[in-house]
């Protein structure tokens, strides 16, 4: 991707990747081909409005109220009033990234043509995005049905000069934010407020960034295991290809190629091979099955994300004049769900429950999590001169130097806390609106779960990989395998060996970033000529 070229909003072909580009600062353009679209979607709109047929959010209520008929002359108030009455969240504001990728979504759902606005209202949006202009979203207060309603409010807000915004790193009132921006304020019209708050994008945001990170976490393991396996004297005899054909899942075959590669040419393992042992420990031998089910669970994951992002997740759905005989149930006249010309429909649908997403996501969370335990599994060998071969808490002196006592207790209260952010948050559902929204999907929970669990997976990851790097040092002048040495060599550029106990406090938050930006994985893909998967 050219880091210049603005990412194409086009409801189609937007990736993963260029949502978290955008995240990250790059900037967006509504693509040429979509107006028309746009236009198409927004004059069935207009046409609705000409008859006298309910349409639901067009020219009714919204909820419990759908019945409620709006005059002609309160429609424009009737989607500010949507706006100011759904941003009520609660909680710590999203990120900035999250808050990019958020607008990002929002825009490209409407892209699709499906939800009736006009293509200024897509620019708007995209405008917020190349001008820096960022909504403070709160966290908390969406159910996931009818999509991240309280969440996308606070982000619609922005559009109508309402609430607050970020703006050259100052938070401030958002009328203020677009004044300073060079921006100005948009008057909502017939349906637009409701496309703008209907839908998933705020747990898809959240989502999409945690499984970017994952992604990186989970090929990090698999280096940071590697080493372990060198301090302990392990074997990678049960990384077999052959062991992995009798078993194919994807995930499983992927680590443990990764791991062979890593562990190929080691002196540690030629100095021990002959030594008798028959196997490893689970937490050793059993890696390519553990993170290759993270691994699995991830491009689940990815694949529903994949689908949401390019998703019309709005309510109603305009199909104007697409051709297609209106579908109209047996013996039920045309209604609420149904308005326009002949060839055109408005339909009342559920696209906007965040089941898919939130089940996914949870998924993600238990394979991450089943990652960070056999991780903390591994520092608790490592610790152990019992389990390991090496010093008491991996430090010289041990007792008068605790070494790596502590951070293995830190890693252990992480994994703690990631178990129980596990449970699964889809299984629940609360009935709102007067019971009209009977069964709501806790996607966003299901999102900002899985966003903490892999920070906690992050920094349990770096206290093995500092652990392994401690260990591997007292193995010297015996080399682990090229790829888990270049690793081991990487770190160390970046965090002296243990001598003696010392604040541990930074060498504990460079081991995170260097896990978390692939730059462990990186070293090791340079120094083997392959990059890992």
Not at 431 to 443: F, I, L, Q, Y
Request: negative net charge; glycine residues 10%; charged residues 20%.
């Amino acid at each position: 991707m050219d880091a210049d070229a603005p990412v194409l909003i086009d409801g189609e072909s937007l990736t993963l990747e260029g949502v978290a580009a955008v995240a990250g600062g790059a900037p967006a353009a509504l693509a040429p081909q979509v107006r028309p679209r746009l236009e198409a979607s927004r004059a069935a709109v207009v046409r609705c409005l000409e008859g006298d047929r309910p349409v639901y959010g067009v020219n009714t209520g919204f909820g419990a109220m759908a019945e409620v008929r709006i005059p002609p002359h309160e429609i424009a108030h009737l989607q500010r009033n949507l706006v100011v009455s759904h941003a009520c969240g609660v909680g710590p504001p999203f990120p900035t990234p999250v808050v990019r990728a958020m607008t990002l979504l929002r825009a490209n759902t409407l892209a699709r043509g499906h939800s009736g606005v006009r293509p200024e209202v897509v620019e708007a949006l995209a405008a917020l995005l190349n001008a820096g202009v960022h909504p403070v979203v709160p966290s908390q207060g969406s159910v996931g049905a009818s999509g991240d309603l309280a969440p996308l409010a606070h982000l619609a807000a922005v559009l109508i000069g309402l609430g607050e915004a970020e703006y050259r790193g100052v938070v401030q009132p958002a009328a203020d934010a677009l004044l300073g921006a060079g921006l100005g304020p948009i008057v909502l019209e017939a349906k637009e407020g409701l496309a703008l708050i209907n839908g998933t994008q705020a747990m898809t945001a959240v989502g999409a960034l945690a499984l970017t990170d994952a992604s990186r976490l989970l090929t990090a393991a698999d280096v940071v295991g590697a080493m372990t396996l060198e301090a302990l004297m392990g074997t990678p005899r049960a990384f077999d290809a052959r062991v992995q054909a009798v078993r194919p899942h994807p995930g499983q075959a992927a680590s443990a190629e990764n791991l062979r590669r890593l562990l190929a040419d080691s002196p540690i393992y030629e100095s021990h091979r002959d030594c008798g042992r028959v196997q490893d420990a689970y937490s050793l031998r059993c890696m390519p099955q553990v993170h290759g089910a993270g691994r699995d669970a991830a491009e689940h994951a990815r694949r529903v994300l994949a689908i949401e992002v390019n998703s019309a997740t709005d309510n109603p759905l305009v199909f104007p004049e697409d051709g297609a005989e209106p579908f109209v149930g047996a013996g039920t006249p045309r209604g609420p769900q149904t308005g326009g010309g002949p060839s055109e429909e408005f339909i009342s649908a559920g696209n906007f429950h965040g089941q898919p997403v939130a089940a996914a996501l949870d998924a993600l969370k238990i394979g991450l999590v089943a990652v960070a335990s056999i991780s903390e599994r591994r520092t608790a060998r490592l610790v152990d001169p019992a389990l390991s071969g090496l010093p008491p808490f991996l430090v010289e002196r041990s007792g008068l130097n605790s070494g790596f006592m502590i951070p293995h207790v830190v890693a252990a209260s992480l994994v703690s806390e990631a178990k129980a952010l596990a449970a699964p948050a889809s299984v629940d559902s609360i009935p709102t609106s007067a019971n009209k929204e009977d069964h709501v999907s806790m996607g966003l929970h299901a999102a900002r779960q899985a966003a903490q669990i892999v920070d906690l997976l992050a920094q349990v990851l770096a206290i093995e990989a500092l652990a392994a790097a401690q260990g591997l040092d007292f193995r010297r002048p015996l080399r682990a395998g090229r790829g888990a040495a270049a690793a081991h060599e990487r770190l160390r550029e970046a965090i002296p060996r243990l001598d003696g106990d010392r604040l541990m406090g930074a060498d504990l938050a460079v081991a995170k970033r260097l896990v978390l930006s692939g730059a462990l994985a990186e070293a090791a893909g340079d120094a083997l000529g392959v990059r890992l998967w």
